[in-house]
């Protein structure tokens, strides 16, 4: 129980000073991930349990370091391993954990919805990691974290997120999140890789061409072209749009001398970079954001996982 | 920890200062200077002794030994029912490995603090010794804990909430006792010198 949140599923019913509790409790546990014994009894006795149901490697393998880091158990469990490849529904696989008396259920689902219908099943503490296009609340707050140990501050940051807005979960919560931290906003993309209202999203601003705006952004915020998500043809080819699109060694003359470029992963360089920015010593916080990942797991676990459930914790 | 009501000062600005004067001595007189010395206040509130005990044995030795701050948030052991909404990042720059540490702490109570705090440098590495160094020891210990250096020992009950106040944070330096309402607390004490 943190305040009156019980779960982690949308990010726009957090409130600012509560997201920045969020972020300075994970900047005291990165003082413990930089330890030679990189533990702590926090969460000892918390069951967790991981139910990917969608291949994740990244996300996987933060939150689960983070809960070995603060003491939890934690089961593994989804994928083609599962009994909803037997017909099982979400439900009755969500009583069944419950059955085993656990505390968290970490969610990624290829379903939009997911994290919220497993809440509704089940007792425990629900942390969605990722749900069909809807959001990726902690993606966003690991980005929040980045952006925020280099800049200081949100308030009047120009943060621009370039590319595949339309299928992308990770800007499902990473704009509103910017929006709630006082930053302002643009999309920048091919008008078929948007969505068809991109102001739900809660952008300031539009863009359809990257040299208009690269040379105003505090914060490029480069998104991943989904390959694997992409249906009918939203741009002639992968080359035209690293052309047009890609963050590349000649563009970044461009950029504020101080802007720093973000990504959510996996990169592909080639397409919204080329091979040089991904590793640009200065701006580029790529590897941070990773890092960030593990910290602010711990600190969302620990926040919510800690209390008692009468709402008394304060 | 529920309300409470000004009830006495029991140390004051200069009675607190004589106080840590006395400690630092002391701690010098048992180790025979400084050497291998270390110095870890607990937040909140122990850090800021500690800082004074440092600037006090740089008068003394002429002499900076190392200092840091330790944030218990993650050891407590009533995490179920508690949690800080707070939590200051553990800040201590140096090897604790062979260390010889001096914990400082406000206010001696039930013990969990130090236990919660003895957890969290073990995790750190391996300190030669640790000694105990409070400016209040107020009894009702609920662990095998005594402290090494005290600065007054004030006979309370259970009913009773200590408090230090530092005129970093709170405007006024003392420490003072004071009633806290009947039925705030409920089993043993919570942890923290209230």
């Known amino acids: 129980m943190f305040n009156n949140h019980k779960h982690l599923i949308d990010i726009s019913e957090y409130s600012d000073s509560e997201l920045m509790t969020i972020l300075q409790t994970a900047k005291a546990f990165s003082e413990v991930n930089e330890r030679v014994i990189k533990k702590v009894p926090t969460l000892k006795g ?37 009994s909803t490849v037997k017909g099982e529904s979400l439900i009755d696989t969500v009583m069944t954990l419950d059955a085993y008396k656990i505390d968290c259920i970490v969610v990624r689902d290829k379903h939009a919805g997911a994290p919220h219908i497993v809440s509704q099943a089940s007792p425990a503490v629900v942390i969605d990691a990722g749900d069909g296009k809807h959001g990726h609340p902690t993606q966003a707050l690991l980005d ?38 006082g930053a302002e906003v643009t999309v920048v993309a091919p008008g078929t890789l948007l969505p068809p209202r991109p102001d739900v999203l809660g952008a300031d601003h539009v863009a359809y061409c990257l040299d208009d705006v690269l040379p105003e952004l505090d914060v490029v915020y480069m998104l991943r072209i989904q390959r694997e998500r992409l249906e009918g043809a939203p741009f002639p080819s992968l080359r035209e749009y690293h052309q047009l699109f890609g963050l590349t060694k000649k563009r970044e003359r461009l950029m504020k001398p101080d802007a720093i470029v973000c990504h959510p992963g996996p990169i592909n360089r080639g397409v919204e970079f080329d091979s040089y920015m991904p590793d640009h010593p200065e701006r580029s916080v790529i590897l941070d954001q990773v890092y960030a990942g593990i910290c602010v797991r711990m600190a969302a676990l620990y926040l919510l996982l800690g209390g008692a459930d009468n709402g008394l914790a304060s | 920890m529920g309300t409470s009501s000004p009830k006495a000062v029991i140390m004051d600005e200069i009675s ?64 179920a029912t508690h949690i800080s909404p707070e939590v200051h990042a553990t800040d201590i720059p140096f090897n604790v490995d062979g260390k010889r540490i001096v914990l400082v702490d406000d206010i001696l ?49 259970r009913d009773e ?34």
Not at chain 1, 148 to 176: A, N, T
Not at chain 2, 125 to 138: F, K, N, Q, W, Y
């Open chain 1, 46 to 82: 918390k069951t967790i349990v991981n139910m990917f149901n969608e291949p994740s490697t990244r996300t996987r393998s933060s939150f689960e370091l983070a809960e070995k880091r603060l003491s939890a158990d934690t089961l593994n469990f989804g994928g083609s391993s599962t």
């Open chain 2, 109 to 157: 109570y039930t013990g969990r603090t130090i236990r919660c705090a003895l957890d969290a440098i073990m995790d750190l590495g391996r300190p030669s010794r640790i000694e105990l160094a409070v400016l209040v020891d107020r009894g009702h210990r609920e662990l095998p804990i005594s402290p090494d250096f005290v600065g007054k020992n004030v006979p309370s009950s």
């Open chain 1, 144 to 181: 929040l974290y980045s952006i925020w140990e280099r800049k200081q501050s949100f308030e009047g940051l120009k943060v621009g997120v370039v590319g595949d807005i339309g299928h992308s979960r990770v800007c499902g919560s990473l704009i509103p999140a910017l929006k709630i931290m």
């Open chain 2, 161 to 194: 909430s200590v408090r230090l106040f530092c005129k970093e944070v709170d405007g006024r330096t003392s420490v003072e006792i004071s009633d806290v309402e009947p039925g705030s607390h409920v089993g043993s004490a919570p942890l923290g010198g209230e």
């Open chain 2, 16 to 79: 607190i200062s004589r106080a840590m004067t006395r400690i630092a001595h002391e701690i010098l007189e048992r180790n025979e200077g400084c050497e291998n010395l270390a110095i870890v206040g607990i937040v909140t509130r122990g850090d800021l002794l500690a800082k004074q005990l440092v600037d006090e044995i740089r008068e003394i030795e002429g002499v900076d030994v190392p200092l840091g701050s330790l944030d218990i948030s993650f050891y407590r052991d009533d995490f």
